[in-house]
């Protein structure tokens, strides 16, 4: 049981570049998650899922975008990278009700430089 | 909306001392209080919550807290440091979405020998 995986680790990008950061579990989650983490500032939401084809927005999505094809994977995408995205990037996931009192998993980090 | 404080970005303890780390909230409807902990170089890990119930909850690796609505705080303690205690601790409650938790900007422990 890996749980929650992220790839890459460590990713340099240049201003204007795109990627994908990858987030998989296997712990048949239905709730999944993407947070920003800055130092000194703590956790913040980007997006989440709260089930395969629906996700939604958090308190940072500007310049972000998801999709959740399968229980299993949520991958963020950025479009056009910026400086301002330079941040490490958690991804959860937990098992819910909606009741909120859930735990949630998380995965080691992406850590992102955009120069 | 739902709020936290964590008091302090920095805590330093001698090992074995008494660990203190204060935590605030700010919820309009009974909160649901976390503790997450981040080792360095991993992801967040639970250590406690309080949904409802008993308002001193024990969790991993010795620690507890103490959920006291009078004072919208929910602190976390450990009678006694060990060195391997020594990592960043993230206060969280709900929020107003479905699941999601607003965070604290933590609270990086230090343990001296």
């Known amino acids: 049981n890996a749980g929650v995986t992220q790839t890459p680790k460590f990713r340099i990008l240049k201003i204007g570049q795109s990627m994908t950061l990858q987030c998989t579990q296997d712990m048949n989650h239905n709730y999944m998650y993407w947070y920003r983490q800055d130092p000194g500032m703590g956790l913040k939401l980007i997006y989440y899922s709260v089930g395969a084809g629906i996700t939604d927005k958090g308190e940072v999505p500007n310049g972000y975008n998801v999709s959740r094809s399968t229980t299993e994977d949520f991958p963020l995408r950025l479009e056009l990278a910026a400086p301002s995205q330079t941040s490490v990037y958690f991804c959860?996931?937990?098992?819910?009700?909606?009741?909120?009192?859930?735990?949630?998993?998380f995965g080691p980090g992406t850590r992102l430089l955009v120069l | 909306a739902q709020s936290v404080t964590q008091l302090g970005s920095h805590v330093s303890v001698s090992e074995g001392a008494l660990v203190l780390l204060r935590c605030n909230y700010s919820s309009s409807v009974p909160p649901y209080l976390f503790w997450y902990v981040q080792y360095p170089n991993q992801g967040l890990q639970l250590l406690l919550k309080y949904t409802t119930g008993a308002t001193l909850v024990k969790g991993i690796n010795g620690f507890e807290a103490e959920f006291k609505k009078s004072e919208t705080s929910f602190h976390l303690t450990k009678p006694s440091a060990h060195m391997s205690d020594a990592a960043e601790y993230f206060c969280?409650?709900?929020?107003?979405?479905?699941?999601?938790?607003?965070f604290g900007k933590g609270t990086k422990l230090s343990v001296k020998p």
């Open positions: 959860a996931s937990s098992y819910s009700k909606g009741e909120g009192w859930e735990t949630q998993y």
């Open positions: 969280a409650v709900k929020g107003s979405g479905q699941g999601n938790l607003i």
